[in-house]
């Protein structure tokens, strides 16, 4: 049982595991939940990154006012673990689901994202035949071109719609600029992502002017909240894996404030010749798809290639001793498709497994 490791040091584990910096990440969380707390707007961290209703709790007791997830599952899951406000950030379509969303409104305040007409109807007359109201969001685009409904008419047509089905309560909008991550230039960055938030927020303006109901503006992601928190007119952002920092945020998004609270320990297994080691790491205990990963106290070591089981790691001079059998921390590239191969977190405090916590959303795609 991985709760026994409580109280044992990190060389206790076994390897690979996925453990989390605690002094990081709550530095982390705090950070956020201060950027929210500064700019006047809420904290609704997305979930779909650490999948744990122990770190929701961690968010919560911040200041955080509820969870965005990705997927009904998951908001499931954080509901039957005490996490109340939730917005599922995402299209819930087909009966079964609809089914599923009524019944979070026993035990919980769900949020449903809505992006045409259809899914709207089907959800209200679910929603009615079990006698309850959900709250609905409309995504729209606002430069994605992933999906939801375009601004302006588009927008208003299907709050009108929606304001008069019964079993919904429109609440808003929200709107993802995941387009603009990575633009390199910080002041076309700024501006661009003023531009898309702009945008969101005529919708809002649009409704409110034509008396539709629309206090939620929501929006924003770790890549992007240090230009979107300035933003007039939003409600909250969604930000959520900055809580763990990774090789994506910092080398390709530019996100420099945060501190990298994960990392995968792994053991070098093999060293087949000088200048290369092997860790028992790959593809299915750690992602560097969307960006670098690092390993920790060694700069000058590149990891470069991995397959299933097997990580390549390229030593420089000061790596070069590395031998079989040595543990060494690797900061991922990218937490969110990391941490859905683990089912546990180790929680560090420095080199003691203060807590183990585990991922109780995982496989929670449905
Ligand atoms: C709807 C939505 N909001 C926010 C985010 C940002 O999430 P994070 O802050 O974890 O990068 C994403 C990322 O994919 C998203 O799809």
Known sequence: MPQSLVGRMLDDLDTPALCIDLDRLQSNIQ????????????WRPHA???KCPAIAHEQLRAGAIGATCAKLGEAEVLAQNGVHDLLVANLVVGERKWERAAALTRWADPIITIDHFVQAEGLSRTCEARGT???VVIEVDIGLDRVGVQPGRDTLQLAQ???KLPGLKLAGVMGYEGHLLKLPDVAEKDRKIREAIATLVSCKDLLTKSGLNCEIVSCGGTGSMFHTVACPGITEIQAGGGIFMDGMYSDKCGVTDLDFAMSVYATVVSRPRKGKAYLDLGRKSISMELGPARILGYPGAEVRAMSAEHCEVLLDEQSENLK????????????DWTVVLHDTFFGLRGDRIETVWPILARGAMQ
């Open 161 to 163: 719609a929606i304001d």
């Open 48 to 50: 779909k990154g650490h």
């Open 31 to 42: 950070a956020i939940a201060g950027l929210c707390q500064k700019n006047g707007i809420a």
């Open 324 to 335: 079989i059998g040595d543990r060494v921390r690797v900061l991922v590239g990218y937490h």
């Open 133 to 135: 109201r959900i709250r």
